[in-house]
């Protein structure tokens, strides 16, 4: 019995950070319908930002999409990754943006996953439409795969972005 009664302690203070601190900012997502509202403060690619949400800031992951990675941080960079960088920084640091999310909320990395809203425009999509990013569909967050397939088809034909200017692609 001893041994069952500390298991909620334990269960509360993996869940909570042992009480300390306010509860997640990302609380009032359950009761939005699975969205909110937070300004970009700065990009890390084409498909990832950071966002201040909750007073906090958070990397957020674009759903359905992949761009080119850049070597901005050490890594290997591919054939227009900063094209898509820059281009992501230029539309949205400093914009407030509408995070929609779809099955899961955070990846392995910690990141949130969200499909990036400007207005009434979908960011993931723009981003494929122009060539900047690929159709990248990851299960179970796949809602919008269907428009991101097609929209990669029709920037390829055209050879839009990195579809003329990258060889391999």
Request: net charge neutral.
């Amino acid at each position: 019995m001893a041994a069952f009664a500390a298991l909620p302690a334990v269960t509360c203070s993996l869940s909570w950070g042992g009480g300390a601190g306010p509860p997640s900012p990302l609380a009032a997502v359950s009761s939005a319908n699975g969205r909110t509202t937070a300004m970009v403060t700065s990009d890390v690619d084409g498909d990832t930002i950071h966002v201040r949400l909750g007073g906090r800031d958070e990397k957020v992951r674009f759903i359905g999409v992949n761009a080119p990675e850049v070597a901005w941080y050490g890594g290997e960079g591919e054939c227009y990754g900063p094209a898509a960088a820059l281009y992501t920084r230029h539309r949205l640091v400093g914009r407030k943006v509408r995070l929609v999310f779809d099955a899961r909320l955070r990846d392995v990395y910690g990141r949130l996953l969200a499909y990036v809203y400007v207005g009434d425009e979908l960011f993931n999509l723009t981003l494929v439409r122009l060539g900047y990013a690929t159709n990248d569909p990851v299960p179970p967050d796949t809602r919008k795969e269907t428009a991101f397939a097609s929209a990669e088809s029709a920037a390829r034909s055209r050879g839009a972005g990195l579809w003329s200017a990258c060889p391999e692609a």
